[in-house]
């Protein structure tokens, strides 16, 4: 929810025309209580019907996890996270390209709000993918107790996906942090 900053959803940033077919989502509406969602265009849910199979779920639609999935768009809104998404993101794209500057393995900087991607190479060139050196940055953030992961065909871009509520502190820390790995390496 909101993770973009610009949009509740990624997919809206596409177009504004785009109408998926099908959304699900889980984990994020309810903050780590269980709750999930499907959500679907009418000829899709009448295409589910004509299988003749009767939909049942023991807990659709329990009333306590109903609420906790509202009082996390209430936080959203009132905490101002998708500005915060802005901010922050805003703040890791820009840092972290500065930093592509600095260190010929990072080939490329991209993402949107709270969602952002370095792409780690062993040459500018030929973007050979850098995944040993991905995975050791890693361990050493681990050793510091900064938790990111690893994404891509060839696990050498660096995923940042942090908590809503990641703020610019937490956004400085975690930028010293990976250009003093990257310094020591």
């Known amino acids: 929810f909101g993770r ?6 990624a997919f809206q940033t596409y177009d504004e025309g785009l109408v998926p077919d099908i959304v699900t989502m889980g984990k994020p ?5 269980p709750i999930a969602a499907v959500f679907t265009t009418p000829e899709v849910a009448k295409s589910f019907g004509k299988t003749g199979i009767e939909y049942f779920n023991t807990y659709g639609g329990n009333p306590v996890s109903c609420a906790i999935g509202n009082a996390v768009l209430d ?3 009132k ?7 802005i901010k922050v993101g805003a703040y890791l794209l820009e840092e972290f390209k500065k930093m592509a500057t600095k260190y010929e393995c990072i080939g490329d900087v991209r993402g949107r709000g709270l969602f952002v991607g370095i792409d780690l190479v062993k040459d500018r060139e030929s973007r050979e993918p850098a995944s040993e050196l991905a995975k050791t940055i890693l361990t050493r953030l681990k050793y510091k107790h900064i938790l990111i992961q690893l994404d891509g065909p ?6 940042l996906k942090p908590p809503m509520v990641f703020s610019l502190e937490n956004a400085k820390h975690l ?3 990976v ?4 310094a020591e390496l």
Request: net charge negative; charged share 20%.
């Open 4 to 9: 973009v900053g610009t949009h509740m959803w």
């Open 29 to 33: 509406m309810g903050n780590g209580h």
């Open 75 to 77: 936080v959203i809104e």
């Open 79 to 85: 905490e101002k996270l998708m500005e915060n998404a």
């Open 154 to 159: 060839s696990s050498n871009v660096i995923k």
């Open 175 to 177: 930028v010293e942090n």
């Open 179 to 182: 250009d003093l790995v990257l």
